[in-house]
Nanobody, 115 residues
Framework: QVQLVESGGGLVQAGGSLTLSCVASGSFFSSIPMGWYRQAPGKQRELVAT???????KYSDSVKGRFTISRDNAKNTVYLQMNSLQPEDTAVYYCNRDTTLKYLWGQGTQVTVSS
């Protein structure tokens, strides 16, 4: 059973930056497309950024130009660099596969942006 452990969240003022990390246990990580998702209070979980095993990336319109997803396959880790954070970015952030089949969700990491 693959475990996902997210970290790096916190409280930041609008305009600030944070870098999130997600470590995945298990094998074959390098071949799995991964994504960062977020869920704000009262809203559905949404996909904000994806990265293929080869490093190709895609972003939702809401974060394009501000967030950067990357991965280190040797460390089984996916990162999300978040710049120019806004209060609407406040959410619990999760990582998981960018496929129909998902791993068991981790606990996520809380990001709170104050205005």
């Amino acid at each position: 059973q693959v475990q996902l452990v997210e970290s790096g969240g916190g409280l930041v003022q609008a305009g600030g930056s944070l870098t999130l990390s997600c470590v995945a246990s298990g094998s074959f990580f390098s071949s799995i497309p991964m994504g960062w998702y977020r869920q704000a209070p009262g809203k559905q979980r949404e996909l904000v950024a994806t990265v293929t095993g080869g490093g190709n990336t895609k972003y939702s319109d809401s974060v394009k130009g501000r967030f950067t997803i990357s991965r280190d396959n040797a460390k089984n880790t996916v990162y999300l660099q978040m710049n120019s954070l806004q209060p609407e970015d406040t959410a619990v952030y999760y990582c998981n596969r960018d496929t129909t089949l998902k791993y068991l969700w981790g606990q996520g990491t809380q990001v709170t942006v104050s205005s």
